[in-house]
């Protein structure tokens, strides 16, 4: 059992940047693949970012590619995503997810869940 919580959102304008945190608790962090989802009001979850095994390489939407960064302390039990150059469609609860398959971008594929932290974003 791994419990997840999110933090690091806030109002910020179109440009700026956020580092969002994803603090875990429960069983060893770093045996699990770390993702990272966003949902806008009336969307869809949907995959922004991951880990594959051990953090060396990471997987990104297309959509976020060059500005979204994700990264994990594993002695902190504390995965990250930084997120910079916010553009209003980027307005989301951004959810972290722990789970076995590295990479993936299938909410299916992550069995734990934070609560989410909003992220919006003005013109």
């Known amino acids: 059992q791994v419990q997840l919580v999110e933090s690091g959102g806030g109002l910020v304008q179109a440009g700026g940047s956020l580092r969002l945190s994803c603090a875990a608790s429960?069983?060893?962090?770093?045996?699990?693949?770390l993702g990272w989802f966003r949902q806008a009001p009336g969307k869809e979850r949907e995959f922004v970012a991951a880990?594959?095994?051990?953090?060396?390489?990471?997987v990104y939407a297309d959509s976020v590619k060059g500005r979204f960064t994700i990264s994990r302390d594993n002695a902190k039990n504390t995965g990250y995503l930084q997120i910079d150059n916010l553009k209003p469609e980027d307005t989301a609860t951004y959810y972290c997810a722990a789970g076995n398959f590295y990479g993936s971008r299938s909410v299916s594929d992550y069995r734990y869940w934070g609560q989410g932290t909003q992220v919006t974003v003005s013109t």
């Open positions: 429960g069983r060893s962090f770093s045996s699990y693949a």
């Open positions: 880990d594959t095994w051990g953090g060396g390489s990471t």
